[in-house]
């Protein structure tokens, strides 16, 4: 039994009815859009995927961060020791099969401190950067949205912030703080959100008069959930690039402050501060220098990949 079939039997509509006719009318309208949908969103994922296949830096990126984050999240399991393990009869002991990247100057296993130090180095560059993020986003809609004096206050409070070197000013705000990873975490924040506020504020400024915009103003949406529920989902390519990008500059900046010695402190082990240990070895420990190192440029590396490749992807101005 067919549907005009049933359509008779329950209801006592004829095939011939009109009321077939409209039903029949209908679905001649939906059903080739639903085909056309299902294709566009078949081409789609076949062109990203296509994209991703030709584009080899953003491949290689997504496996180095890709192996760094599940490095730091089987850190428990894969650590060969306890990171904060004390052996003194051990220490600065060479690479070797006990050891695969021997061990510091009180004798614990440097590979077990890396690899519980790459939670610690994601963890302060995905809070940082979501601090920054959060507040770079919320500053930049509401400058590029509103414009006149709200964007001239707004942006001249981030000239004045960019005239101050962010390292130095972080340094400057840590001496009046009592160095912890919290800490850390938020000064980076909060002096990382200029280039995000500047970016959003020109999406803005090109989309707030887009037609879509006029149109949800002429029904009545009210300015928030214009802008963001219709105009900042349009800004989420540059969001996201500037997150990528933002994650591999908190990390950076985390490992240089711990090598200053004001950054994570011990015993929390962190690439930074292995660093800092192997400073006054390097003549004599070299892999105390050497491992930590290697860690932050692939991953700084691969986040500058990563984001590179997310830009070009969602770009369609960068495409080639």
Not at 239 to 250: C, E, K
Not at 263 to 270: A, E, I, K, R
């Amino acid at each position: 039994m067919n549907f005009w079939e049933a359509l008779y039997k329950n209801h006592g509509y004829k095939p011939q009815s009109k009321f077939c006719a409209k039903i029949r009318s209908k679905l001649r309208g939906i059903i080739p859009s639903a085909v056309r949908d299902c294709s566009t969103y078949k081409f789609q994922c076949t062109s990203f995927l296509k994209f991703k296949s030709h584009n080899k830096l953003m491949l290689t990126g997504s496996g180095l961060v890709l192996l760094i984050f599940i490095i730091s999240i089987l850190a428990p399991w894969l650590a060969p020791y306890d990171p904060g393990q004390i052996n003194l009869n051990n220490i600065l002991a060479p690479p070797s099969m006990k050891h695969l990247f021997g061990t510091d100057p009180l004798g614990r296993d440097v590979l077990s401190r890396m690899i519980w130090g790459a939670r610690i180095s994601l963890l302060v560059g995905f809070v940082a950067t979501g601090i920054a993020i959060i507040i770079g986003t919320i500053l930049g809609a509401v400058s590029g949205y509103y414009g006149g004096w709200v964007d001239s206050i707004i942006m001249r409070f981030v000239d004045i912030m960019l005239c101050f070197p962010t390292f130095f000013l972080i340094l400057a705000v840590i001496a009046f703080l009592e160095p912890s990873i919290w800490n850390i975490m938020i000064i980076i924040g909060l002096t990382g959100w200029m280039g995000v506020t500047r970016l959003v504020r020109a999406d803005f400024i090109s989309l707030r008069e887009r037609d879509f915009v006029k149109a949800a103003k002429a029904i009545g949406a009210g300015d928030i959930r214009i802008i963001f529920l219709h105009i900042l989902p349009n800004s989420m390519a540059s969001i996201l690039v500037a997150a990528t990008l933002g994650v591999a500059g908190a990390i950076l900046t985390e490992s240089a402050l711990s090598f200053l010695g004001i950054g994570v402190q011990p015993p929390t082990p962190s690439w930074g501060n292995i660093l800092t240990g192997g400073y006054s070895y390097i003549d004599i420990a070299w892999w105390l220098s050497l491992y930590p190192g290697l860690a932050i440029l692939i991953t700084v590396v691969g986040y500058n990949l990563l984001g590179e490749g997310v830009r070009d992807l969602l770009d369609p101005r960068l495409k080639r």
